[in-house]
Structures are given as structure tokens and as C-alpha cells.
T-cell receptor, first 111, second 112 residues
């Protein structure tokens, strides 16, 4: 089944403790992206990748890192999480210039 | 001047009626537009898209209209059903660019 898989789905952690949210797609898509969704603010793009080893900032990249060492994986790294990064996170993938396929989301709470 | 529909954060319709969801986009350089539907507890799902060389595109029960002059996009859902209840987002991007910008979303509630 074609899908985008995020892990974990839920995480409660504390300020400053490094965490990684994994994202994997099985559709051989070149493009992958991370978004955060907050009430009243819609979906905002954090980082995106047009292909392996190519990443770029979206609208809200501060406090996040990504890597794209393999085509299927695009992990989101929070080196020193802070409470303002508490949010619902979505990973998405697509062929270039095609609609995105989204994962089911990761709900992060940072205390 | 031309009149276009306002973006509403919520929309409530009766089952069987037609729904129109509006979206204003910001970037004149955007040439690819997508509508997504997000059900509770899930990620957004693709509904329909349109490129800037078109002003109308139809799918099954859905139609997207694009007005580039006033930077406005609308999604029309015919014979709205309870299963259509969800949050609807428009998204804009420029072809071959990676940045994708989403609208604020409209919550559609369908009353049986």
C-alpha cells in the first residue's frame, strides 16, 4: 500500500531533550516536506527536499533540522526542543509538481 | 470591479445542497493550486488540482475555479454529503519550486 509513515505518532518530552521524528515513503517520490499545524494558523512548511541530499528552508525552519540521505526517508530533528514547538507535525511526499501524500501526523508536546 | 467569494473559516450546509469554499492566494507567481481535505485525526488528502493555464477543472462531484486576476480559488462540492464534513485547505506553489503555501482552511459541516 502506498503510504507515508511517521513515527512516533505521539510524544511527550521535556525542553532541551533532542528528538527525531522519522518519515518514510514507499512511492519513490523525489519531493518530501515537513509541516506543522497549529490552531488558527493552518499548515506551515518547515523544510522541504527536492531530491536526495537537497534540502531547503520553508517558512518556519527555526529550531529544526532535516536530512535526506536516502530517497525514502526524511527525518525531522529537534536538537533542543522548546515549548513553542508543541504542535501537530505532518510529513508529505510527492512526485515533482504533483499533489502531496501526507502521513497521519505526529503530535508533539514539549513541557 | 469583480466580486469574489469571501473566505469563511466555517461553513454549514444541508445534506444535498451544493457547497462553495473560497480561498484567496497571495503569490502572483504561483501557477499550481491544490485542494486538500482533512478529516479529524488524519493528514490532508488530495481532492483536485488546477494549473494556471486553466480556469476550471471538474472531478467527481467537485469543481475548482481559478481567477488569476483577483488571485482567487474556489472549490464547489455538488450534492454535499455527511462524509464531506472536514476541513478544506487550498495550497499554492510555483512549478518546479519546493515551497508550498497553505490557506487557513475552512471547516465544512454537513447537516443531515
Amino acid at each position: 500500500e502506498a503510504q507515508v509513515t511517521q513515527n512516533p505518532r505521539y510524544l511527550i518530552t521535556v525542553t532541551g531533550k533532542k528528538l527525531t521524528v522519522t518519515c518514510s515513503q514507499n512511492m519513490n517520490h523525489e519531493y518530501m516536506s515537513w509541516y506543522r499545524q497549529d490552531p488558527g494558523l493552518g499548515l506551515r512548511q518547515i523544510y522541504y527536499s527536492m531530491n536526495v541530499e537537497v534540502t531547503d528552508k520553508g517558512d518556519v525552519p527555526e529550531g529544526y533540522k532535516v536530512s535526506r540521505k536516502e530517497k525514502r526517508n526524511f527525518p525531522l530533528i529537534l536538537e533542543s526542543p522548546s515549548p513553542n514547538q508543541t504542535s501537530l507535525y505532518f510529513c508529505a511526499s510527492s512526485k515533482i509538481n504533483q499533489p502531496q501524500h501526507f502521513g497521519d501526523g505526529t503530535r508533539l508536546s514539549i513541557l | 470591479g469583480e466580486s469574489v467569494g469571501l473566505h469563511l473559516p466555517t461553513l454549514s450546509v444541508q445534506e444535498g445542497d451544493n457547497s462553495i469554499i473560497n480561498c484567496a492566494y497571495s503569490n502572483s507567481a504561483s501557477d499550481y493550486f491544490i485542494w486538500y481535505k482533512q478529516e479529524s485525526g488524519k493528514g490532508p488528502q488530495f481532492i483536485i488540482d488546477i494549473r494556471s493555464n486553466m480556469d476550471k477543472r471538474q472531478g467527481q462531484r467537485v469543481t475548482v475555479l481559478l481567477n488569476k486576476t483577483v488571485k482567487h480559488l474556489s472549490l464547489q462540492i455538488a450534492a454535499t454529503q455527511p462524509g464531506d464534513s472536514a476541513v478544506y485547505f487550498c495550497a499554492e506553489k510555483h512549478t518546479n519550486a519546493g515551497k508550498s503555501t497553505f490557506g487557513d482552511g475552512t471547516t465544512l459541516t454537513v447537516k443531515p
